[in-house]
């Protein structure tokens, strides 16, 4: 396997993602942001950041199975959200956990980097996904 996720000891827990990979593969696969939309452009669960969030998952692991990769070989996930603030957190939660089986997220996630931003890429858009991937 080409990635490897641990926390070591010391490190702050519980979390719901190590706070490490490392990948030995030689094939990178970088996903751009993902938003909720679907196949045709439409928004997807406008106004509702869980909805959102799960949609934008399920784009990611579109972009990463177009490139022969699942969130098994995900060694970075960034999460950018409109309006951060701490209140979000279960919402933003229950986002990845309404697509955690369906799409076979690892338990715990890869190290993941959640940024709080004014705007994104048009108003409704309230998180985009970007996904770094390692493949040998």
């Known amino acids: 396997m080409a990635v490897q996720l ?3 000891e ?12 490392i990948g030995t593969g030689t094939r990178q696969v970088h996903v751009a942001g993902q938003i909720a939309r679907d196949a045709d452009g439409n928004p997807v669960a406008p106004g509702d950041l869980t909805g959102q969030l799960a949609q934008a998952l ?16 995900v060694v970075r996930l960034r999460f950018f959200v ?6 979000k957190y279960p919402a933003f939660l229950a986002g990845i956990e ?6 076979a997220l690892p338990q715990p996630l890869p190290p993941v980097s ?3 931003v004014d705007y994104l890429f048009e108003p409704d858009v309230l998180v985009e996904v970007e996904a770094y991937a390692v493949l040998d």
């Open 58 to 73: 399920r784009n990611t692991a579109r972009g990463l199975s177009g490139a022969g990769a699942t969130f098994a070989d």
């Open 10 to 21: 010391g490190m702050f827990t519980p979390v719901p993602y190590h706070h490490v990979s």
């Open 98 to 103: 309404e697509v955690a089986e369906e799409l």
């Open 82 to 87: 409109t309006h951060w603030t701490p209140d």
């Open 114 to 116: 959640a940024i709080g």
């Open 6 to 8: 641990l926390t070591p």
